[in-house]
């Protein structure tokens, strides 16, 4: 007799599937199909993640299935394998995993299916047209032209949508007019663009491309660990050119949302391929629109953020991680996911090749190199015969410096303004200061919420804390002691940005962080904005760090790069040295050499030493021996434990009974090689008005932190205490906060 019970996946902070009737008007129903399903007081969207024939529920306590939302799977079989996975690695509800991989359409019971717009492409007579004949209409040439621009690719919703407000109306017209048509997308198997000019590969170059294509059509994890500028986009783009001939489809993920736009244009520019776009800025019904076309096959291009390495793909041929190394790849809260080691396990079920790109791996990734679990591909040398820019340091205990720019850094951005070069200048702090003090009584801004100080942004008059956004107006006389003695202390990105435009009044000074680019777009334009000439000095922080390609950028400067150096976080100099290098990379990719002025309090740091001759591989030597040493991940695996309280040391009292249970279960798990450290206040114990901590776990063996954690998670879901708390677990930490 077949099963009549299904477990679905309810999206509930429970790690565990809930049992229902399958009811006779859901005979069809199969794995990966959502359901409606009553639970407690509510109807939830759930999936159906398996079928049994017995439940540990007594069968008059099932409750039945109300109705079955789909009439097939919402992603292919493998996919759901890759979620299964997920939440048993990172031990999250598979409930909350399911939510967390689909789009918020489908979460909220809309149909499988969005309502496809049209797409359009130019005619033949268009083509013979001038745009000229349009010039009554700026949005018809706006969309004439985008159409010019795509050749025989063709203009979907999206597209059209940002040229003109009334784009149907106007499309209908033209259509009407002879100048464009609609048209079927395209069928996948879509070759490089007639006529696209294509940069001549050095032999580095065609190396990796030949050892990359050589692997299409089954499974192998690939670094292409390649300097900055050496190409390794090219080398992406001639991948993706065979899975396309192949028929079959490509996901590329970033990091960042504002590296799309670049890596956008790059793969339109060379592919007739229809490409999708998924990132967290996308409109609900945008997502699920190119969600859809990944998961048809129509799209062959998927290029996204994080998440999108749940996207489900029709005929899957490749999977491409940009900037591997990047900590935006890790998800920080909820569900604690890395996409990039996701990507890599994806890959081996899909069977297709998976390659991992960066200038600077991380360290997990070059221990799998070591082991041969990962195979290497390496550009060791930029493209056009540039040559890597020169590194130096300047010793700011010797250096005086005006609001945190010291005068060779000044004399140097004016040396770049005469020759009408550019400059770029990196401080990983926003805001104007990030200390407001009174030198009469030593009060110090502090925010009320957090144990941090006030951020100074001057512009607004503000003071801001950049951990849990409280904002408070800037005083006019110290709250302590009344004087009018406050002055701020240290440098963000504004001041800097005041400072040069002080200092150096010709130059034209733009700014990138999180303040500038809050509008939709905003990154985008002021990065066109600079590569168009139009400014001397970008001055930003770590959204300039990686990925893009600054031609007429001469001179980089970091501002204040002691700041990992004493962190409590043991990967801080790794994120350091990557960071430092990334940027670096920013100088001398056009025709001129570039060079590297490095502002520091310890010049003599033996990893200085190192990035100044570009050594990273040296500096991953030092730092893995200091990590075997320490026993510390790549050489032992981590879980941490976090929970926090409104009430001061309800999170501690929490974790120290959590640790007792886990003690007294690490015999019977058969877990011995699992150390359990004491529960203690989080490096920033306050935060949000709430008083958190966390206890950490390590392991020599990965099954034994997994057995361990298996048994443990569920005992701290039904203890007592747990309602005084809220808590997560995370494996494989990458921020140790």
Not at 19 to 46: C, E, H, N, T, Y
Not at 53 to 61: F, G, K, V, W, Y
């Amino acid at each position: 007799m077949a099963a009549r019970i299904a477990r679905v996946a309810v999206p509930v902070p429970l790690r565990r599937t809930f049992d229902f009737l399958i009811p006779s008007s859901a005979a069809l129903a199969a794995p990966g199909m959502r359901v409606v399903v009553p639970f407690r007081r509510r109807r939830l969207i759930g999936v159906i993640t398996e079928f049994t024939a017995r439940s540990e529920l007594r069968p008059e306590r099932l409750k039945s299935i109300i109705s079955v939302l789909d009439d097939q799977p919402v992603v292919p079989q493998t996919l759901q394998r890759v979620l299964q996975w997920a939440a048993d690695y990172y031990h999250h509800p598979i409930g909350e995993v399911w939510q967390a991989a689909l789009p918020v359409a489908l979460r909220r019971g809309l149909a499988l299916t969005p309502r496809l717009e049209p797409s359009y492409r130019i005619t033949a007579a268009g083509l013979d047209r001038r745009l000229q004949a349009l010039r009554r209409s700026p949005a018809k040439q706006r969309i004439v032209a985008a159409a010019l621009a795509a050749g025989d690719a063709c203009l979907t919703a999206d597209q059209l949508e940002p040229l003109a407000a009334s784009w149907r109306q106007i499309v209908k017209q033209l259509v009407h007019d002879g100048w464009l048509e609609p048209a079927v997308a395209d069928d996948g198997v879509s070759l490089t663009r007639p006529g696209v000019a294509r940069p001549q590969l050095n032999p580095a170059q065609r190396r990796a491309v030949s050892e990359l294509v050589r692997i299409v059509g089954g499974y192998r994890c690939t670094v292409l660990f390649g300097i900055t500028g050496s190409g390794k986009t090219e080398v992406y783009l001639h991948l993706v050119e065979e899975v396309l001939q192949r028929g079959r489809q490509v996901l590329v993920l970033v990091p960042e949302i504002g590296l799309t736009p670049q890596l956008i244009d790059r793969f339109r520019a060379r592919f007739k391929a229809p490409l999708v776009v998924l990132h967290s800025a996308l409109a609900d019904g945008e997502r699920h629109k190119a969600w859809w076309r990944a998961r048809s096959g129509e799209a062959s291009i998927v290029l996204g953020t994080r998440s999108a390495v749940f996207t489900p793909l029709a005929h899957p041929g490749a999977i491409i991680v940009d900037e591997e190394h990047d900590l935006s790849f890790k998800q920080q809260d909820g569900f604690r996911y890395h996409a990039r080691d996701l990507a890599v396990y994806r890959a081996r079920l899909e069977k297709v090749p998976v390659v991992l790109g960066s200038a600077t791996p991380s360290l997990e990734t070059l221990a799998n190199i070591g082991v041969d679990r990962y195979a290497r591909v390496s550009l060791p040398a930029r493209t056009g015969g540039a040559e890597l820019p020169s590194i130096h340091y300047l010793d700011m205990r010797r250096l005086p410096a005006q609001d945190g720019i010291s005068k060779p850094l000044v004399d140097a951005i004016r040396a770049r303004l005469e020759s009408g070069e550019q400059s770029l200048l990196f401080l990983n702090r926003r805001g104007y200061a990030p200390v407001l003090f009174c030198t009469n009584c030593g009060w110090q801004a502090h925010c009320g919420r957090c144990d941090a100080k006030l951020t100074l942004h001057r512009s607004q008059g503000q003071l801001r804390c950049h951990h849990c956004a409280a904002m408070s107006s800037l005083p006019e006389a110290c709250p302590e002691c009344g004087g009018a003695a406050l002055h701020d202390l240290g440098s963000g990105t504004q001041k800097i940005e005041t400072t040069l435009t002080r200092l150096l009044p010709a130059a034209r000074v733009l700014r990138i962080d999180r303040d500038s680019t809050r509008r939709k777009d905003a990154l985008e334009q002021r990065l066109n904005e600079f590569n168009a000439g139009h400014a001397d000095v970008l001055v930003g922080t770590q959204l300039l760090a990686k990925g893009h390609d600054f031609a007429k950028v001469t001179l980089v400067g970091v501002l204040n790069a002691d700041q990992g150096l004493f962190s409590v976080d043991f990967r801080a100099m790794e994120h350091l040295c990557q960071q430092i290098i990334q940027v670096a990379g920013r100088a001398g990719r056009g025709e001129h050499q570039g060079e590297v002025l490095i502002q520091t309090m310890q010049p003599e740091h033996p990893y200085f030493a190192l990035l100044r001759d570009h050594d990273y591989e040296g500096f991953a030597k030092l730092a893995l021996a200091e990590r075997k040493q320490a026993h510390c991940p790549p050489f032992a695996y981590f879980a941490l434990l976090r929970a926090e309280s409104t009430r001061a040391g309800a999170a501690l009292e929490f974790l120290r009974q959590a640790r007792g249970q886990a003690q007294e279960l690490r015999a019977n798990v058969r877990a011995p090689g699992v150390s359990i450290m004491d529960a203690v206040p989080s490096p920033m114990e306050k935060r949000a008005g709430r008083y958190r901590a966390q206890l950490l776990l390590s392991a020599d063996q990965r099954s034994q932190l997994h057995a361990l954690l298996s048994s443990w998670l569920p005992l701290l879901e039904s203890s007592r205490s747990v309602r005084q708390v809220r808590w997560s677990v995370d494996v494989d930490p990458m921020e140790m906060y």
